[in-house]
């Protein structure tokens, strides 16, 4: 993983042609508990630092255009960028054209980033919890062409933070025993999700093996990572892929 003091690269052997960041929480103009690179602009944050960040992300790494930004729900809806002219409600976008940037807001949700070993489809996952139950992975995959594709996990809660309720158990389990193994029971009826191997089940069942990242936790590490379980009020980081 290659890592610049503002966002960080994959570790994932992609077409050099395919280009991927996410960004980390320093070198922007926020303050507070959005301090400093927030992108997002549905989490309380100053509308102009919001906007002043968004220029710096683009400046900063270069990009192609304006990232394809997203209302994300927590859906499993996923759409095409190249077609998204104005704020969607969807959780995922892809596309097979050049100098289009798919791009998904978290805090700890999971952002995906997924392209064919070729390097001409890509694109960006929002998964949380129900995200991942309602199939958004799936639907995402479903709408490229490609089958040989290529994962990377990008921060998200790690499997010792992420404590869940007995009914999101449940709610995986009823849809398929194969997600068992990523819960661990805590006690008093919570149980700890580890969002990583629930992601590479779901991808298991796709078919898709070819899983990197995965290694992170955004609650613990407060000095890269905003962290909405961690602080309530905070930024988001920006998960971005693009391609030549």
């Not at 400046?59 to 002219?85: F, Y």
């Amino acid at each position: 993983m290659t890592s610049n003091k503002h966002w960080l690269e994959p570790d994932w052997p992609a077409p050099g042609r395919v280009h991927a960041v996410t960004t980390l929480r320093t070198g922007g103009v926020s303050g507070g508990g959005f301090s400093s690179l927030n992108p997002a602009t549905h989490v309380g944050d100053q509308a102009g630092a919001v906007e002043r960040n968004r220029h710096i992300i683009k400046t900063m790494l270069k990009l192609p255009a304006e990232p394809a930004w997203l209302e994300q729900i927590h859906s499993n809806k996923a759409v095409d960028a190249g077609i998204t002219r104005s704020l969607v409600q969807a959780d995922a976008s892809y596309t097979d054209k050049p100098g289009i940037v798919c791009a998904v807001l978290t805090a700890d949700c999971l952002p995906l980033l997924v392209c064919n070993t070729e390097g001409t489809e890509i694109a960006a996952i929002h998964a949380g919890w129900r995200g991942l139950l309602s199939g958004v992975i799936g639907n995402t995959v479903a709408a490229m062409r490609s089958r040989e594709l290529l994962v990377w996990l990008g921060p998200a809660i790690g499997p010792e933070r992420f404590e869940v309720g007995a009914e999101v158990r449940e709610a995986f389990i009823e849809k398929s025993a194969a997600f068992a193994p990523a819960f661990k029971a805590r006690g008093n009826g919570k149980w700890l999700a580890d969002i990583y191997q629930l992601a590479r089940i779901d991808l298991a069942v796709l078919g898709i093996n070819n899983i990197y990242g995965g290694h992170f936790c955004t609650v613990t590490d407060h000095e890269r990572f905003y962290s909405y379980r961690r602080d309530k009020e905070t930024g988001r980081m920006a998960t971005l892929i693009w391609r030549d």
